[in-house]
């Protein structure tokens, strides 16, 4: 092990101590005042010329500088360890003894590290290199960790699509095909449906202490599936068992055959509840209900009747609500016409007219074909609005809102009225109390009153808790809804006279026609743009 950098000696000279500084070799560093300083002061050197040493650490020949007078006790080979802060590495720094004094043997140096807790790692062949050819103030590496390999998680890929489009196809002529809607994963027996990649765990690491140090954090899955799959033997894939179509909700996979109604909804077949697609040839009748975990397709006309779909619903015709209708899709809708009826979906909404009714999309509504109209009632979606025109010549009261989420509006007026609610019954709680701990304080209640005191007590509580949580749920969504303003309306042919638009928390009036608009908000207002 070659000698390199600067190193420094103390000498005992008679009765004097020096301090020698030898240059670095080429290539090497120059020592540090800092280094020496701290040396010094721990054998108690104190009083050094710091102008002196410092001359001597930029000399490129030996220097000699005078520390102490009358001191003569040898000072032995000296080492500093130090552990990086990861706890990876060892770093030794040998500082060479006065002519005369001891160096350290090898087993010296291993007892210091067993003594500083350096137990793994330690590396002989820098240790056996240094006692055989010494090299002081120079960093060596004693003892290096192994560091932990990280593995990596489970993954799912799944060989079907996962989201797919229900928009219909707009014919040449301006209408919408509504009958060529392919919105089915289709799976044919013995289908591969999913592979895994399994996990791996990776493999665990020790400092130089010894302490065990794990690979990050993975995950392993499993396979979540219904019915008619069946795994490989390695269970890194899954199969359809039967011909008919694939669906995931949520982290599960389903495959099922289509519940096909070759009739009317009705008193025939009573309300419908099923965990797969459902297709009705007929109409949906008046007080009937439609519930699917998955896609609802209806050939006929929807009435006053609610449909429940935890995926889309897709109308061939439309819905005449009656003001009682009411379709609920977790993903999108597609209609010929929304007409009286509450309509919700958390994605897109595509039909060819909107009337008097009152719709939320979590998405895009668009409502072009043909007719391509939205007249009274609300329309809103996250957004964007896109129609062919909004409102009437007799300026029907036709409200547009887009940029804020419709079910975070929807929760806030749950919140409303359920905070409301829970005032009204804190005040009863706390009235009941009041009077409970009238009697207590007179000395007149027994123990079923003591007991009803002690139940009010703690309904008050729980009630003032959930209270206190629904308030602040309420102001976290009105400054969502406060930052919240992204979104547009835009209006291809006309905008009548009185249609309302709501951008964020921006408002405007159409008060002319507007022709060829797309309306979005600027800077806290609404503006708008011709289109074409």
Known sequence: ????????????????????????????????????????????????????????????????????????????????????????????????????????????IYRLLD?????????????????????????????????????????????????????PKENEDGTVDFHSLDNINRVNKGDCLATMIPVDYGKPGKDVYGNHISPKKVNNLVFKYGMNIYESEDRLKIFSDVEGHVELQGDRVFVSDTYMINEDVSTATGDINYTGNVHIKGNVTAGFTVRAKGNVTVDGVVECAVIDAGGSIILKSGIQGGKRGILRAKKDIVSKFLENAIVRAGGKITTEAILYSDVSAGDVVEVMGRKGFIVGGTTRSKNCVICKSAGSNMETKTEIEVGVDPHIIEEAAHLEKSISEKNIEKEKYNQLMAVLSNRLNHGKLNEDGLAQLKKVSESYIECTKLLEQETARLTQINEEIESMGDGSVEIRHIGHVGVKLVIGNSIYYIREEAKHKKFKCVNGEIVSEQVL
């Open 1 to 108: 092990m070659k000698q390199v950098n600067s190193y420094f000696q103390l000498n005992i000279e008679g009765d004097k101590v020096y301090l020698v500084i030898y240059p670095p070799a080429e290539g090497g560093q120059r020592l540090d005042f800092q280094e020496i300083s701290d040396y010094l002061n721990k054998k108690n050197y104190n009083n050094l010329d710091v102008i002196a040493i410092g001359r001597g650490i930029m000399a490129d020949e030996v220097s000699r500088v005078l520390i102490a007078q009358g001191k003569k006790y040898p000072e032995a080979e000296d080492v500093k360890i130090v552990v990086s802060d990861n706890k990876m590495e060892a770093i030794a720094r040998f500082y060479p003894p006065t002519k005369g004094a001891p160096c350290m043997t090898k087993g010296d």
């Open 115 to 167: 003594i500083k807790g350096i137990k793994f790692g330690i590396v002989d062949e820098v240790i056996q290199e240094f006692v055989e050819d010494r090299a002081y103030c120079t960093d060596l590496i004693v003892a290096k960790g192994v560091p932990a390999i990280d593995g990596h998680s489970a993954k799912i890929t799944y060989h079907f699509n996962l989201e797919k489009s229900l928009k």
